[in-house]
């Protein structure tokens, strides 16, 4: 049965089913369903404290949700151990932090997950990283720790951990939002590069660029809830609700 | 976020600012002063055990002898033995307690807290006399170099399960999901993310930890375990050479810790240079 639905294309890589979260009183996804298609590209906007941080994050469970369900491929989504351990190997994620492993090189950020939890041998593992390190332009900085990398040179080696572990699906929460702004594009670059290559990706971000080139589809969420979805270039140039015509001109303002 | 280089300025660097020349003269003057203050103290010092007859040779000539420095010598291997042993056992407890009241299940982890705040807390002198006095009441016989080392052990056990801990507490969180993310289990997560920061940010609270374990091993006397300080002591009552004697073991002591605290330093450059966050 694994065996069908991971062969078969219609079946949703990510799925979410009336998924509810609260953090004490404050409830920050309210019966939030959703799902992206094999190969599809998916922003997330909305404004700040809106749940799209928490969206992800409830994809490979970093967070726990109240009720509801996510499934992975048509499988629910495992709560803990070992099952739950390969299904976040299988499942990118890229943080507005970076979040690179501070007292490893580039290059050893990139193959211990291959290592660790793949059981590849250095020499595969190795192989593998240097290539991606290639494709997204940092190959010439494996041997460097992350503090010694600028930011837009971090998030790309992030990625680059990430995709390591042959995801099949990737998740990004904000990803240029730390960066300077002369940085932003050469990470954008890699993404839209990904994107093109079939990834299925959520991306959190503002970049409506990135969004209009690459995103298949734009959800808009506001306390909590999805309140509006669309093709990009419909949902930033004809906005249906006044919550989403508000904050596009918010973030067109500066 | 630009560019962050290697050689991030240190704490002390930020805290200290570069003097002017109004402040260079009053740090010129201060030295002077306080030079003078200091030697005027020393002579005084020394005067005052001319004058009582410390300085006679009766109270130094045994330490011309080969025999003195032979005894003190047995004392000083047999501290070093009670201190390395201590310390190798407390950090592998102050890791498991650490490990237990942080990642166990919540019997065992009540239990490690309880553990470690009793350790902690309790001087390491009655724990001393509790393996000394209590423990053999109950037919446990033990040589003198375990009764001085695990209780030495179990209480710097209990700082060090904290030490550890702060450390972890230290490690971003981001550094824990980044390796949730890719699939890591919770104890590799642990012991390849977690731990190697956590314990590279604590390593100037191990080293004064050490000290403290060294300077512990001092109460040997209550066992008779002929550490340093107990064959001082014989040899202060052979010789009646109190002053003498005290003076050269406090010098060693402080050469100890000197000597840990080197090597400590020499173990992070060898192990730790790659991160200052
Ligand atoms: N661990 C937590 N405990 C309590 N409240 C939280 C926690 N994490 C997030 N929140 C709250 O949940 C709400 C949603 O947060 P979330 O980070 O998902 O928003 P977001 O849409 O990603 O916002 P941003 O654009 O600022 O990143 C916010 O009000 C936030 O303060
Ligand atoms: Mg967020």
């Known amino acids: 049965m694994a065996q069908e639905s991971t062969t078969d294309k219609n079946v949703p890589v990510i799925e979410l089913r009336h998924v509810d979260k609260?953090?004490?009183?404050?409830?920050?996804?309210?019966?939030?369903?959703?799902?992206?298609?094999?190969?599809?590209?998916?922003?997330?906007?909305?404004?700040?404290?809106?749940?799209?941080?928490?969206?992800?994050?409830?994809?490979?469970?970093?967070?726990?949700?109240?009720?509801?369900?996510?499934?992975?491929?048509?499988?629910?989504?495992?709560?803990e151990g070992r099952e739950l351990a390969r299904m976040r190997s299988e499942l990118g994620m890229v943080f507005q932090q970076f979040n690179l492993f501070a007292h490893k090189t580039i290059l050893e950020n990139v193959t211990l997950g291959p290592r660790e939890v793949l059981g590849q041998s250095?020499?595969?593992?190795?192989?593998?990283?240097?290539?991606?390190l290639e494709r997204v332009g940092v190959a010439s900085q494996a041997n460097k720790v992350p503090a010694q990398l600028s930011g837009g040179q971090q998030q790309r080696a992030a990625i680059a951990r990430s995709l390591a572990m042959r995801p099949k699906a990737m998740m990004f929460d904000e990803p240029t939002s730390a960066l300077d702004p002369e940085m932003i594009n050469e990470v954008l670059d890699v993404m839209v590069e990904l994107?093109?290559?079939?990834?299925?990706?959520v991306v959190v971000t503002h970049e409506m660029n990135f969004a209009r080139r690459v995103a298949d589809r734009v959800v808009f969420m506001a306390d909590g809830q999805i309140v509006e979805e669309g093709a990009p270039d419909e949902f930033f140039d004809h906005p249906k609700t006044q919550r989403a015509r508000d904050f596009l001109d918010s973030i067109k303002g500066h | 976020m630009s560019a962050r280089t290697q050689s991030a300025p240190s704490v002390r660097a930020a805290l200290y600012e570069a003097p002017g020349p109004r402040t260079k003269r009053l740090i010129a003057v201060g030295t002077v002063l306080s030079a003078l203050v200091v030697a005027a103290l020393v002579a005084a010092v020394v005067r005052q055990f001319y004058v009582t007859g410390q300085l006679a040779p009766r109270y130094w000539s045994f330490l011309l002898e080969w025999p003195t420095w032979r005894f003190l010598l047995q004392g000083f291997v047999g501290t070093v033995e009670v201190a390395l042993t201590a310390g190798a056992i407390a950090l592998v407890l102050g890791l498991a307690l650490?490990?237990?009241?942080?990642?166990?299940?919540?019997?065992?982890?009540?239990?490690?807290?309880?553990?470690?705040?009793?350790?902690?807390?309790?001087?390491?002198?009655?724990?001393?006399?509790?393996?000394?006095?209590?423990?053999?009441?109950?037919?446990?016989?033990?040589?003198?170099?375990?009764?001085?080392?695990?209780?030495?052990?179990?209480?710097?056990?209990?700082?060090?399960?904290?030490?550890?801990?702060?450390?972890?507490?230290?490690?971003?969180?981001?550094?824990?999901?980044?390796?949730?993310?890719?699939?890591?289990?919770?104890?590799?997560?642990?012991?390849?993310?977690?731990?190697?920061?956590?314990?590279?940010?604590?390593?100037?609270?191990?080293?004064?930890?050490?000290?403290?374990?060294?300077?512990?091993?001092?109460?040997?006397?209550?066992?008779?375990?002929?550490?340093?300080?107990?064959?001082?002591?014989?040899?202060?009552?052979?010789?009646?050479?109190?002053?003498?004697?005290?003076?050269?073991?406090?010098?060693?002591?402080?050469?100890?810790?000197?000597?840990?605290?080197?090597?400590?330093?020499?173990?992070?450059?060898?192990?730790?240079?790659?991160?200052?966050?």
């Open chain 1, 22 to 79: 609260h953090y004490g009183d404050l409830h920050v996804l309210r019966d939030v369903s959703l799902s992206v298609a094999r190969g599809e590209v998916l922003v997330v906007i909305g404004p700040s404290g809106s749940g799209k941080s928490t969206m992800c994050r409830t994809i490979n469970r970093l967070e726990t949700i109240d009720s509801g369900e996510i499934l992975i491929e048509g499988e629910p989504l495992p709560q």
């Open chain 1, 122 to 132: 250095k020499e595969e593992a190795e192989k593998y990283a240097m290539e991606l």
């Open chain 1, 195 to 201: 994107a093109r290559g079939g990834m299925t990706m």
């Open chain 2, 98 to 277: 650490m490990l237990g009241r942080t990642s166990g299940p919540r019997p065992v982890s009540a239990a490690c807290r309880l553990v470690t705040d009793f350790f902690r807390g309790v001087p390491s002198l009655l724990l001393i006399y509790f393996f000394f006095l209590v423990v053999p009441q109950y037919g446990i016989r033990m040589p003198a170099f375990w009764m001085l080392t695990l209780p030495v052990a179990l209480a710097a056990s209990g700082v060090l399960a904290e030490v550890f801990r702060a450390g972890v507490n230290a490690v971003p969180k981001g550094q824990v999901e980044a390796a949730y993310s890719i699939g890591l289990s919770r104890w590799k997560t642990m012991r390849l993310i977690v731990l190697p920061q956590a314990v590279r940010y604590v390593i100037p609270s191990l080293i004064a930890q050490l000290v403290v374990v060294v300077k512990d091993t001092t109460v040997a006397y209550v066992v008779s375990y002929p550490d340093l300080m107990q064959n001082a002591r014989v040899l202060i009552t052979n010789y009646d050479a109190l002053l003498s004697m005290y003076l050269v073991v406090s010098v060693v002591y402080v050469l100890i810790n000197f000597a840990i605290n080197k090597a400590s330093v020499y173990v992070a450059h060898r192990t730790g240079v790659k991160i200052i966050r």
